[in-house]
């Protein structure tokens, strides 16, 4: 190898390596907001909707709970994951040990259930069938936004709403909205 070659893989090395010392973290809880959804609006919905959900829950809710959650839609233009709220609500209510159902493990689960009804595995330790549970309330709701332009600002308001819905009667039982307004001054590129 020339010694340009070796030159050139030399600080392409050091740039990689120099790359991580640059990070710094910060409290999530903490930020200040931005253009983009991000922490701020991240921990105000979770914060509203956990609190809100859960003592509705625990005061009006008088039966047992096993919640699914069915669908959280983006109706924004903006990219955000929407999952990260869902989860991030279902973390802190099991926490709380309000239960929830997945339904994205149901498959694997009869797969087990089976195995055990082969003589396979030992019938202390197999899982019966029928103990599987069936979730009573369905967790869904959406973020939507409209966006104005005023002078040279740009306001964009946002609201998240999730509703909790009976499965055996359809009935919406608990809903929480949570709102932000967020003015941002239009104009230059910014990085």
């Not at 050139?8 to 983009?36: H, I, Q």
């Not at 839609?73 to 929407?82: F, G």
């Not at 259930?113 to 202390?124: F, K, Q, S």
């Not at 409209?146 to 909790?164: A, C, P, S």
């Amino acid at each position: 190898m020339n010694k340009f070659k070796k030159i050139t893989v030399l600080l392409l090395l050091a740039a990689v390596f120099s790359c991580g010392k640059n990070v710094k973290y910060e409290d999530a809880s903490k930020d200040t907001g931005s253009r983009e959804w991000g922490p701020k609006e991240i921990k105000t919905t979770v914060n509203t909707m956990v609190t809100s959900m859960y003592t509705f829950l625990k005061n009006d809710y008088n039966k047992p709970v096993f919640i699914q959650v069915q669908r959280f839609a983006n109706r924004t233009s903006d990219h955000l994951d929407a999952k990260m709220v869902t989860d991030e609500i279902t973390t802190n209510l099991i926490k709380k040990r309000i239960k929830f159902i997945d339904a994205e493990m149901t498959k694997e689960a009869l797969a087990e259930m089976e195995m055990g009804t082969t003589g396979l595995i030992d019938p202390d330790s197999a899982v019966p069938f029928g103990q599987l549970k069936s979730p009573n309330l369905y967790l869904y709701g959406d973020i939507r936004e409209n966006m104005r332009t005023v002078g040279n600002k740009q306001k964009q308001y946002l609201v998240v709403t999730l509703k909790l819905m009976e499965v055996a009667t359809r009935v919406v039982v608990w809903q929480e909205q949570q709102e932000f307004l967020k003015v941002s001054k239009k104009g230059g590129v910014t990085f």
